[in-house]
């Protein structure tokens, strides 16, 4: 396929090729996050297990209420409450459980309790109070669905219901290489004429692991058909996913494209978008394949836009989309052109909502603008952008 093709076509494609690994792997709850649930969760057990205060201050029948009572018993978070006797109040806590036969908790600040009797200064209406039993989770629901990535407030919820473990999809392996014969691992003191230090290897593989996935490294490989072959080989049969970087365009000293081709197949490459023209997915062997661009911020872009849903599908996730919020551009867009732009852009909240300012230099090559950004601005081919006006934008919090 020679023609530009749009994101989402290629997005498409590449979901629709993204098959789940089927193996999971049950894991402490502690050790569980940023793992994707691989089986459905359901509760055996009501959350709370049983009406409890959700103040410090007196359990009764709402009945009682007009007469000083007598303070029956006294029941801490964590004990056992006895049936409440007529016309008494129960001192209780945050948390304890309501006395059989109480319907009420009132408030420890509008209560006075003197020689061992209880009186009210507010309305006492019936129920107030009391946290009921089931309220959060009950007994039989399916709290969570497989393909979510847990978050620590998920942990929170397993453990709420009593789950130690979870059954999680293992993470991905997903080797790496960087092609180029320019290129030099930071380390070496010097540079020799030609070379630049191998960023990609170091954004790849801290999206990788943002992504709670193992990269696999296997370092530069020279621009020259049998290293890239060699290479390509190996990686594929060590991994769940081969992603390069670089190599992948029409140049002679490009040789992903051709030894891909080679040595298993191509689905599609060059992609309507800027940065990031040219991408490529297919398989070697059985293990799919990406190559993205050489450029840094193309690699980081294209990682975002396709490698990762394709790799959070992979991955066992239910959702890998990211929703786009609007902000309005600080800047102008005289006219995009063919390709839908990702402009590095930094959205700040002003009174008037979110304002997006461009970063200045926004070439493919430059690095610093995915660093100093927060978000990327979408606009599509075509786009005529007037200062003011409101643009998508995709929060780099939520991809990376
Ligand atoms: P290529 O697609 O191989 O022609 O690479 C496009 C541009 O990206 C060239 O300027 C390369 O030097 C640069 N590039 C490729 N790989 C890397 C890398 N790993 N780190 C930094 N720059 C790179
Ligand atoms: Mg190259």
Redesign the pocket.
Known sequence: MSDLLPVDTVLAHVLAAAVTLPDPQRVPLLEALGFVLAQPVVSSIDVPPADNSAMDGYALRAEDASAPLTVSQRIPAGHPALPLAGATAARIFTGAMIPPGADTVVMQEDCSEVNGKVSFSSAVHRHQNIRLRGQDVRSGETILQPGRVLRPQDLGLLASVGCSDVDVYRPLRVAML???D??VEPGEHSLREGA??????YTLAGLLRGLHMEPVDYG?IPDSPEATAEALTEAAQNADCVIT?????V?E??HVKNQVERLGCLDLWKLAIKPGK?LAFGRIADTPFIGL????SS?FVTFCLIARPFLMKRQGVDEPAVPSLQARASFTVSKAGRRQEYLRVTVEATSDGLRATRYANQSS?VLRSVSASNALAIIPAGRTVAEGERVDVLLLDLLV
């Open positions: 960087s092609t180029g320019e290129l630049i230090y191998n960023s990609n290897r530069i970087t670089g190599g992948v365009s140049g000293e490009d040219p661009p050489g450029n840094p690699v090559g």
